[in-house]
């Protein structure tokens, strides 16, 4: 799981008696958040559901998730890594000084009030959205709520999920580490993996013009990706595998349609808590899978001679000896 | 006319992927999602398994998957620098299949997670 500490949404539902949503709105895009895995579940250790559990949500605008929260926190907006920095020294009982927690848009007491209630807790989950994770700071604010998490278990027992969107994204990150090693942000262009966001990731990589084709699955950069990016989609050559023919397979080379997961292909998907799900689809589609696609597009290439000058492909250390 | 039921089906349209859903369908089109929320019942309703859309297209003309497939590898293994860039919307094994295609490409491979 990559050095998170973490857990199942089962154990949520079973234990956790104090949630935090920082930085996501559950309510609406996660609907079934609230009744399947956290607040309104009844359990074995938490018999009276909704009455022995606490919920805080902190972001930066009131969303109709403040209605199901027992604490709403207003954090000012882009202020969320000195918050958590904040609540990371106040566990610990060093100094905060007022014009610090002023900068966050709360008050002392509320901070104070919130720290005895996470220490009072018997098992703490915060699970932390986009907009913690895509706003200023972004990978330091998730890693720094990571930390307050892992640091709270000096006192009790303290959990930090990432709320994952939409699809099997949960899927892709699993399936490249297996492979890889790495998450995301790759590149094999030496024979082997390398990991760099920044360098490898992909709205980088089109701004800078770096790559000469596009193979978009699952994914509609050209709806979504900023306008340098989908300049270079133009540019070079692009093939889309998709169930409908989206914004990014009218500028594409090639357009494949394929049939929708879960409704007519069949496979796995990912939970957010990494929890791996078969799909059950009900429908037969008139067009192939996903897998089938890739797997006949793979075989193509392997007929083709290897990019690689034959002798200079990175070896197995057992090859070199 | 009567409906096929699936139960425990599962919804992929969020990160909750809710395994409980009962779905209500005559083999072309989802009729009813229970259980599922707003946006799971939208998300099955909306698909069905009639052809709307062209096998394939390549460079704006219909054209057949075998020849799709083709095109499509021919302008990778072209590519010097090829991108396989996506695979929020799809299954496991076509996630690990575009690894191998990244693999075997020498290219870039990125998911959504990046952004
Ligand atoms: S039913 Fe709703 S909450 Fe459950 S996975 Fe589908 S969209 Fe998400």
């Known amino acids: 799981m990559g050095g998170k500490v973490t857990c199942t949404l089962g154990e949520v539902k079973q234990r956790a008696d104090f949630i935090v949503y920082w930085g996501g709105n559950p309510a609406e895009c996660h609907p079934r958040h609230f009744t399947k895995y956290t607040i309104m579940q009844k359990s074995k250790f938490l018999p009276r559901g909704r009455k022995d559990r606490t919920m805080v949500l902190v972001d930066i605008r009131e969303t109709k998730s403040a209605k199901a929260a027992d604490i709403f926190l207003q954090v000012k907006p882009g202020k969320d890594f000195e918050l958590i920095t904040i609540l990371r020294a106040m566990i610990k009982d060093q100094h905060v000084t007022d014009e610090q927690i002023a900068v966050t848009g709360l008050s002392r007491e509320v901070l104070d009030d919130l720290v005895g209630r996470m220490k009072g807790a018997k098992f703490g989950c915060m699970f932390f959205g986009m907009g ?14 990571l930390t307050l ?6 006192f009790t027992k303290f959990v930090a999920m990432p709320m994952r969107g939409h699809g099997n994204v949960t899927g892709a990150d699993v399936i490249m580490r297996w492979q890889t090693g790495f998450p995301f942000g790759i590149t094999f262009n030496r024979g082997y993996p390398r990991y760099n966001p920044g360098e490898f990731s992909t709205v980088d990589v089109l701004v800078r013009g770096d790559c000469d084709a596009a193979f978009i699955i699952g994914a509609d950069p050209g709806a979504t990706m900023p306008q340098p990016a989908i300049e270079h989609l133009k540019r070079i050559p692009t093939i889309v595998l998709d ?3 989206t914004h990014t397979s009218r500028l594409s080379r090639v357009h494949i349609t394929t049939a929708p997961q879960g409704i007519a292909a069949p496979g796995t998907a990912y939970r957010m808590d990494e929890i791996p799900l078969p799909l059950k689809p009900p429908l037969k589609s008139p067009y192939p899978t996903d897998e089938q696609v890739v797997r006949r597009i793979n075989e193509a290439i392997a007929a083709k001679p290897f990019w690689m000058p034959e002798g200079s492909q990175p070896q197995m250390l057992t090859a070199q000896v | 006319m009567s409906l096929q039921v699936i139960d425990n089906a599962t919804c992929t349209f969020c990160g909750c992927v809710c395994d409980d859903i009962q779905l209500h369908h005559d083999e072309v089109r989802i009729h009813e999602a229970k259980r599922a929320c707003v946006l799971g019942t939208a998300w099955f309703l909306n698909h069905t398994a009639e052809k709307k859309h062209p096998d394939a297209l390549v460079d704006g003309r219909e054209a057949s998957l075998d020849e799709a ?3 499509a590898a021919a302008l990778l293994h072209a590519a010097d620098m090829p991108l396989v860039y996506g695979m929020s919307n799809t299954t496991c094994e076509a996630q690990k299949q575009c690894a191998a295609l990244a693999d075997q490409l020498g ?7 990046s952004l």
Do not use: F, Q, W, Y
């Open chain 1, 149 to 154: 998490a892992a640091e709270m278990n000096a």
């Open chain 1, 132 to 145: 913690l994770s895509m706003t200023r700071g972004k990978h330091m604010n998730s890693a720094a709520l």
């Open chain 2, 69 to 71: 497939i083709e095109a």
């Open chain 1, 243 to 245: 169930p409908h023919v």
């Open chain 2, 107 to 113: 290219g870039l491979l990125d998911s959504h997670t």
